[in-house]
């Protein structure tokens, strides 16, 4: 192995056929990271009988399990492996396509139990390895193997991550980021499109407030893709709104559970892969599955700003999502099954005009790391789900209409923004230190692997008024007025402070109280000191003196003036029993009572206003604080009364 070089100078030798002879065209090659492909089997049944479904789900999360010990294996293995390549073949690629055959059989046995047995599925179960400069640049940062990086190693064997990386492979993990996964974002060329509005099409906005997981809820579980499997992801998860999820959560879960959103109507799930400094910090998950025995280590960053923002459909209005609709975009393993359902973007404020879809961005000083996510907003209009996550939604053609057969739903945007430095890539990030985001281990932090996952538990009412307001051409919902247009704010100025000119992030007036002691929260984006920090979401069981119990809004430091309110703020809680319905819901969830603002209230952006504000505020202040203006009008009046009294008294004296 070559210490400080950023290579991994190992002959790794591809299992090509099913006798493992067959040579692939760069084996023999020196590789730079190697990691183990293996076909994506989960993409591939579209159709799976309702009756087998759990099973099909907990065999496809083994399949995981079998792809992450195998890359763990060859990582370990690497320097016998350079010594005698057919160990890779002998020791980890054979055994893994027997162990993937046996799992294709128990899910072959599982639907044919349910229907027709599927054919064909024992073809997917060879692997291979795979180069990770296949169809990308390689990393040639060089590297000083005698200096420490910033999380105490003693550098030895690090890659472009140069943070105690393990196999020259980069980052702290081990497994990546290299300095051929950023792009500087003043070089890309403006790439966003946008399709033309016509006639009948809908152009209003509703968006929703919930916080930015300042209380640190994480788990590396994925209730969508793998229901009931723990550490089923293989990497930490952000998780903002509904505060039921892990792999165990069942639809009542989530029908019962707390919201971090404003509007309490709003009990949906948004969650994402964490992103990360590569800067030696321990977290809890230092140790544990899913984060640092899986490469996924450094500083988790708390966002300075999430926004979630529902949009129109330019050629059609938007009719109601399906209550417990889970949709997924991007695909977390888009580093080894291609591109094709890749949709996760990255830019810098100030240059949203241009993403970047396979790399992540260097941003000038001033400028904010942006992370955005666009959601399928076709639905075919009778499952909430598909054996794969993905064939019952579908993305809007670029004219904006839909396939035929499905129906246009209101298109999630989910706009996260991080206040870290661009990484200082000719020192492999030892001055300042890398970021990525988490990733199953063999798809090696590369940003083509981000992703998104949304479950719908808004309240049907609220629902319907999403529905109206955007098809009413409105800006409405509890976080109106928070989003910043890409690309309105003035390009950084060199030396700029960082964020300066954002929009202010957006909080939560009710999360989760986070533990007294929590095992590791989320901090600051950066060791080094930074201008100014996002405020933590207040707990929203913390005691306040006169507390009406009215919902509380807490504003930014520097609010924004909002355009409207909307009718964002229904007072539907959604506490009854559910179910997971295959055909569109056409009854209504129980109110559960909450208090809220009244349904369709809008404020004009040109009507007075003492201050701005981003929410109309609840009522708040004790009775303390009431006595205290009260008081000095009591005693005037008292004072005011004696004089009258005194005065009559002195004219009838005088009669």
């Known amino acids: 192995m070559l210490g400080g070089g950023g290579l ?46 759990s099973d099909v789900d907990r065999e496809l999360a083994e399949l995981d399990q079998q792809i992450a010990a195998a890359y763990q294996q060859l990582k370990e293995s690497a320097a016998a492996i350079e010594q005698n390549p057919g160990l890779a073949d002998q020791t980890i690629m054979n055994p893994l396509k027997e162990k993937r055959s046996e ?13 027709d047995r599927p054919q064909g599925l024992d073809d997917l179960a060879a692997c291979t390895l ?50 051929a996964d950023y792009a500087d974002i003043t070089t890309v060329q403006p790439n966003v499109r946008t399709p033309a509005e016509q006639s009948g099409g809908s152009t209003g906005t509703f968006a929703s407030s919930c ?98 923002t529902f949009e129109g459909n330019p050629t059609s209005k938007v009719t109601e999502m399906p209550r417990l609709l889970r949709i997924i975009t991007g695909d977390a393993k888009a580093f080894v099954n291609g591109p094709a359902n890749a949709n996760a973007s990255w830019s810098c404020t100030g240059f949203e005009d241009r993403q970047l879809k396979d790399k992540y961005p260097l941003c000038p000083a001033g400028s904010d790391v942006v992370r955005t996510f666009k959601f399928q907003s076709c639905w075919d209009g009778r499952n909430i789900d598909s054996a794969n996550h993905r064939t019952h939604v579908a993305f809007e053609a670029a004219d904006g209409s839909c396939p035929a057969g499905f129906e246009a739903i ?56 999403m529905v109206d307001c955007i098809n009413s ?20 100025t060199p030396g700029g402070t960082a964020g ?91 109110a559960s009572g909450a208090v809220a603002a009244p349904a369709g209230q809008e404020t004009s952006s040109t009507a007075p206003q003492t201050e701005p504000q981003t929410q109309p505020q609840a009522v708040q202040g004790g009775l303390a604080d009431t006595g205290a203006h009260l008081w000095p009008a009591v005693f005037g009046g008292l004072l005011l009364a004696s004089g009258f009294v005194l005065l009559w008294r002195t004219k009838r004296g005088g009669v």
């Open 8 to 53: 991994v100078a190992v002959n790794v030798y591809a299992s090509a056929t099913e006798g493992g002879s067959d040579q692939q065209p760069w084996q023999g090659q020196v590789l730079s990271a190697p990691t183990v492909y293996c076909p994506d089997v989960g993409s591939e049944l579209t159709a799976v009988p309702d009756g087998a479904r």
């Open 103 to 115: 799992t294709l059989g128990r899910i072959a046995d599982a639907i044919g139990r349910e229907g």
């Open 130 to 179: 795979r180069s990770s400069n296949q169809g990308g640049e390689q990393s040639a940062a060089p590297q000083d193997s005698a200096t420490p990086g910033q999380g105490g190693s003693t550098g030895t064997g690090t890659g472009a991550g140069g943070q105690g990386g393990q196999g020259g492979q980069g980052g702290q993990g081990g497994n990546g980021p290299v300095a």
């Open 211 to 308: 916080g930015v997981n300042a209380n640190g809820l994480f788990n590396s579980d994925n209730v969508i893709v793998a229901p009931g499997v723990s550490n089923g992801a293989h990497h930490f998860h952000d998780y903002i709104g509904n505060q039921s999820n892990n792999a165990f959560a069942s639809d009542q879960d989530l029908a019962d559970a707390d919201t971090t959103c404003v509007d309490q109507g709003d009990r949906s799930t948004y969650y994402w892969p964490v992103l990360r400094l590569q800067n030696g910090k321990q977290e809890r998950d230092a140790g544990k599955p899913g984060g640092g025995t899986e490469g996924n280590a450094g500083q988790i960053v708390t966002a300075k700003e999430v926004t979630l």
């Open 410 to 465: 209101p298109q999630l945007v989910q706009r996260i923004v991080y206040d870290v430095d661009a990484p200082s890539l000719q020192d492999g990030g030892r001055t300042v230190p890398l970021f990525a985001v988490d990733s199953f281990p063999e798809q090696l932090h590369k940003p083509v692997t981000d992703h998104g996952d949304f479950i719908n538990v808004f309240d049907e009412k609220l629902m319907r008024e």
């Open 473 to 492: 051409g409105r800006t409405c919902g509890a976080g109106a007025g928070q989003q910043e247009p890409p690309s309105q704010s003035p390009e950084p």
């Open 500 to 590: 300066s000119g954002d929009t202010p992030p957006a909080e939560s007036a009710t999360p989760v109280t986070p533990p007294s002691e929590p095992e590791s929260p989320a901090e600051n984006p950066s060791e080094s000191a930074r201008p100014s920090e996002p405020p933590a979401d207040p707990p929203a069981t913390q005691a306040t003196p006169g507390d009406t119990g009215l919902p509380r809004v807490y504003a930014s430091a520097a609010p924004k003036k909002s355009s409207g309110t909307g009718s964002g703020t229904s007072g539907d809680a959604g506490g009854g029993a559910i179910s997971r319905p295959t055909q569109r819901p056409d009854t209504e969830t129980p």
